[in-house]
């Protein structure tokens, strides 16, 4: 950061910076918010329009709150989410420790291939063939056939961030505590893994985006009862659009944002 | 050779549940639908145990009322409005993407971390939403149009939705957050002295991103490109609500076919070609230039 004072006068311009970045940005950012931005907005339209304002008002809270089917769907997508990043997360925390840390082996790179293997296949091809394996075998465990599919998908976005935070840490630090005497154990619980932290928060952070976004897997997997908040407000998009969706869809937009939030500022703590 | 032992039981536990929840999950579920492409299918679901070349042939032929073969381009119409969409798409993201992520890594570190921020935030809101938000846009009686028609430029709604412009900016607006971030990663890393270096050697701006920026950031730019291109490829949120559901691409025919029409070879072939493409542009990334820094890295 003290290099920017380096600069001196005579240089034309500073460097490193390119004419017309800025303002792509601001643009970019513009691009990014003003749709959400609309949707919001037409969440308190009273009128039965989705985009022809009528009045201020909060009757399609009050309509989409006393809506059992969505309450359930908020549930089940929850439960889903949760159980996925937590299993998703640990294993990705694993195998990226393996994978940076311990001596080259054989197999390292078909290790790192296979994890790395859900990112690679789109994911309209994940969900017809763990739809074919899952009718195959005959599983019908209701969330529990959700689950394990985004479990499995979200590995890699669990792993990237952590295994992308190991590779920039320095294992000088690590090697240290050895040499002060401190076992495998104590030189992850006090040097690896308070420096990985960051890794691992952001790694879940990711997976839990996945896991809750997800649309498509889920709507070749669920079967009737594992309705989640994406496979509802599909069905509603797909019948007419109406305030209800604007509803749903900001207070989603809502939670998501205090949930970044949250996550956002304990992975700035020290 | 204890201590060696112990290494390498230590390396099943870290990687072993990882690697076995991916095969049985995803590597045999594959196997099956590679299996599933040479049989026939079974109008009610499923497949019969025949073996046969017809979900193959289906791509590019068909039976006419006489039941001669005939070829019908509809299918290859579908896959290559796919690959040039989602081509356009990359092209679009990478080159918004790349002045933004970089605009953003220059920034002191405080303002960095809320605009990277801002980035992700968007990631966080649903898919689907933020597909939809776009039909509030675009619509006949959407944001746009309406705009249009009260400063007058226009008197009647122009169709702006259900075309392929609108797939277009649906699928840039949905991926171009997976292009910044691995763009920003690599970006930030950069060593600013190299900046110095290059400007005391006389290098003008353009040698300097020609020469220093694109070859350092080359990993980012490749990771970030197939990070769009792929989902975009088998997009099926995008084309479904914004194309209507007419303008199929390759996600929405592959779902149709284990949906509604119920055949399931087909679209397990369909799939299996999606693979492939996808497979030709890992390749060009694990051979591109830019993998062999990041080798020397592994190397060094």
Redesign the interface.
Known sequence: ?T??K?TSPR?F?K????P???I??LL??L???I??F??VI?SFNTGR????WDGFGFNWYLKAFNNDDIQRAAINSIIIAITATTVATM??T??A???SR??K?RGQNI?YA??M??L??????????????F??IGLKLGLVNVI??H???C?PFA?MPIR?RLQ?MDSTLEEAATDLYANDWKTFRYVTLPLLMPGIISGA??TF?IS??D??IT??VAQAGSTT??LY??GM?RMG?TPE??VV?TI??CI??L??SLA?LVG?KK | MNQAKREATRRWLGLGPAILLIFIFMIIPLCIISTYSFLESNPYGGVKPHFSFAAYSQFLFELDFDDNVVFNPAYLMIFWRSFVLALATTILCLLIGFPVAYYIALQPPSKRNLLVFLVTIPFWTNLLIRTFSWILILRDSGVVNNILIWTGIIDKPITLLYTNGAILIGLVYTYIPFIVLPIYATVEKLDIRLFEAAHDLYANRRQLMRYIILPLTAPGIIAGGILVFVPSLGAFIAPNLLGGGKKLMLGSLIQLQFASSRNWPFGSAVALLLMAVVLIAMLIYILGPARKTDMGEHAG
Request: positive net charge.
């Open positions: 950061m290099n920017n380096h240089r311009f460097i490193g910076q390119f017309g970045f800025g792509t940005t970019f950012f691009f990014l918010y749709p959400l609309i949707l037409f329009s989705a985009t022809i294993l990705a694993f195998a420790l393996i994978l311990a001596r082996f290790s296979i994890i293997l859900p690679i296949v789109p994911e309209i091809v994940t969900a017809v063939a763990t739809l074919s394996f009718s195959a394990i599919a479990t499995v998908f590995i792993f992308a920039g952070m990711l985006i809750i976004d649309f498509i709507m070749m908040l994406p407000i599909y998009v659009i969706i604007n869809s989603m937009l998501s944002t949930f970044v956002y700035r």
